[in-house]
């Protein structure tokens, strides 16, 4: 408290940090991590990443001159500090809400947030690209990305460095290295980063050297003691900077530095900031610093639904049906008992995608490559080469980029890996960035990919069964939700039919094609049209990809409406896929495509987002009881 006022709220933005004394900035730090801790015990979010910048954050505010001078956050969840000191702090009670602040960065949330980051690994890539077009423009500001929260288990950032690194572009890196990502970190480049040992002293004395002899090579003259210049300079690199997987790729390094010590991350930026040119700034953070809660399980510090901010303890919440994620882990780790080729693979998500389960059960046969996705991608279709059947375990927004590989590694060669997609449909809070709106557009294009939504956790594991038994790719899809109901043990469980669709209630004239969880809703608009008069067909479309064409064949006959729903986008659909296989079967069959049109949405809770679409019982009736007017069908 400075004269009955806290620090805190003195700020407004950026400027306002920089009228602090140094020695005011810790105690400004330690409101801003209290803020966090408090703020998100209420709305629940990704508070880990963010607690571990919390210092390096308040350094950067306070050093340069935010927006003229550029800040990049790479993995948008380490931005919440940010958001404090950046004018949204009075608004950060509405974090994740609806109508509020998101969870994480958005141009159009804040002149300060340079780029939206949702995803990992694109800070550095988006941070040269606005160095060269400063370079371009004539124009002179300092361009900083923040890489960290395991995106160095990413490939971009390295596809990054080695462009900028040697355009000698005025450009810093700075490496939030906390050791994890969401998991922690794996690979060699996570063992590499934690076997660095250095100062900024060390690097200060290689270029005072380096600049000796460059200057005394250029007083004597001549090839050979420039060559030699060089040699003693390479030397000097490797004995006194360990940073040289950097220094290779052109960035001149610094660190590490402790993230957490106010005063060296000063004195190293203030250094930082009269050099130009690539460099990186090496800080080491603590994911979760100053969370209470008490446990030796830093994932846990990632992202926290609703909980005591005096304990950390998650607040109590109704018990109900297990989640769709706990379903698919179970009965993975269930069926690994049956099918002893199987494995289980995951980028850096193990308990987001339920595969936490099946590493414990089977260690051996758990592969957690780290953010990428891609390599995910190929490295299953290596050992499905080799007759090893490896079920991918990634969220639908994340597996988009890895869609070469799969067309090109996995589909082209018709090699049997199985991807399971995981928050498909709305996500929710998360929002924009983490929609999975698009898996079975983009996997219905695929070649020899067979793609599949179970209505249920039972027709889950059924689902997975079909897929051990199939020679080809397949995939499959489930939201961030409950699942309707507990599934019974994967060994009670039998293969789905392959390629077949289920009737659910018999009805007459029209017919709802639902796909996967949107059975549901189709079933409580049957009803509720039912009570009108109106019988309708409902028809679980479990297999999007082949059709089942038999079934199809038969509801063109016995219908004039043909109503698909799925919680997908509806360009290039399930709807659009079906529409078009009507249009041969009989053109006078009318198909409605009901899905999630085309743009974006906010985030707010599953059913909000669900709702504004008309994906519910009530909106789904609403809309075919006007298609029935139009159509002039008669209640029975």
């Not at 499959?476 to 409950?482: F, I, K």
């Amino acid at each position: 408290m400075v004269n009955g006022m806290s620090l805190l709220e003195k700020i407004s933005n950026p400027s306002d940090v920089r009228q602090l004394t140094r020695e005011e900035l810790q105690p400004l730090a330690d409101e801003v991590r209290q803020r966090l801790i408090d703020v998100v015990s209420q709305t629940g979010g990704h508070i880990g990443a963010g607690l571990g910048v919390v210092e390096l954050t308040v350094a950067l505010a306070y050093l340069f001159d935010s927006p003229r001078d550029k800040i990049l956050w790479d993995v948008g969840h380490q931005g919440y500090p940010w958001k404090v000191l950046t004018g949204r702090n009075d608004r950060l009670p509405t974090l994740r809400q609806s109508g509020g602040l998101s969870g994480f960065l958005r141009r159009v949330e804040s002149e300060h947030d340079i780029f939206g980051a949702g995803h990992a690994g694109t800070a550095l890539s988006a941070a040269y690209g606005i160095a060269t077009a400063r370079d371009i423009r004539g124009e002179d500001y300092h361009v900083i990305a923040v890489v960290g929260d395991g995106a160095m288990t990413c490939g971009l950032p390295y596809e990054a460095l080695n462009n900028a690194g040697h355009s000698d572009r005025d450009i810093i890196m700075v490496l939030n290295d906390n050791g994890m990502s969401i998991a922690p970190n794996v690979g060699a480049i996570s063992k590499y980063l934690g076997g660095i040992i250095a100062s900024p002293f060390t690097n200060r004395m290689r270029g005072h050297v380096k600049h000796l002899i460059e200057k005394a090579s250029h007083l004597v003259g001549g090839d050979r003691m420039v060559d030699f210049a060089r040699t003693v300079e390479e030397s000097i690199k490797h004995l006194w900077s360990p940073g040289m997987l950097f220094e290779e790729m052109g960035f001149r390094y610094f660190g590490p530095i402790d993230g957490h010590n106010m005063d060296h991350l000063l004195k190293t930026f203030e250094l930082v900031k009269t050099l130009d040119g690539p460099r990186v700034v090496h800080v080491v953070t603590e994911k979760g610093r100053g969370f209470p809660l008490q446990e030796p399980h830093p994932e846990k510090f990632h992202a926290r639904n609703p909980y005591d901010p005096e304990t950390g303890v998650l607040r109590p919440k109704a018990s109900g049906p297990p989640g769709w994620t706990k379903v698919f882990g179970t009965a993975l780790s269930e069926l690994a008992a049956e099918y002893p080729t199987l494995v289980a693979i995951t980028a850096a998500m193990p308990s987001g995608t339920g595969t936490d389960v099946f590493q414990k059960a089977w260690p051996d046969r758990f592969f957690d490559v780290g953010i990428a996705e891609a390599h995910a991608t190929t490295f299953a279709a290596g050992l499905a080469t080799e007759g090893v059947r490896p079920v991918v375990a990634i969220y639908s927004t994340f597996l988009q980029r890895a869609y070469d590989c799969i067309i090109h590694d996995v589909a082209i060669q018709n090699l049997p890996v199985t991807f399971c997609m995981d928050r498909a449909g709305m996500v929710g809070a998360d929002g924009q960035t983490h929609m999975g709106l698009y898996d079975i557009a983009y996997m219905l294009t695929v070649p020899n990919m067979t793609v599949t939504a179970p209505k249920d956790g039972a027709e889950l594991v059924g689902l997975l069964r079909c897929a051990m038994e199939q020679d080809g790719p397949f995939c499959t899809r489930y939201p961030r939700d409950n699942a309707p109901a507990p599934a019974p043990p994967a060994a009670e469980v039998a293969p789905v039919p392959y390629g077949t669709w289920e009737i659910l209630r018999d009805g007459k004239e029209c017919a709802i094609l639902a796909v996967g969880v949107m059975c549901q809703p189709a079933l409580e608009a049957a009803e509720l049209l039912a009570a009108e008069g109106l019988q309708v067909t409902v028809v679980n479309c479990r297999f999007i990809k082949p059709l089942d064409h038999a079934m199809l064949e038969s509801l063109t006959r016995e219908h004039r409406l043909l109503v698909t729903v799925e919680d997908g986008i509806e360009v290039n659909g399930f709807g659009a896929f079906t529409a078009a296989t009507c249009e041969r079967i009989d053109p006078q069959v009318r198909v409605e495509v009901v899905g999630i049109p085309d743009r974006t949405y906010e985030h707010a809770p599953r059913g909000e987002q669900l709702a504004l679409v008309g994906l519910t019982g009530e909106g789904l009736a609403q809309r075919v009881r006007a298609l029935a007017a139009e159509e002039s069908l008669s209640p029975r």
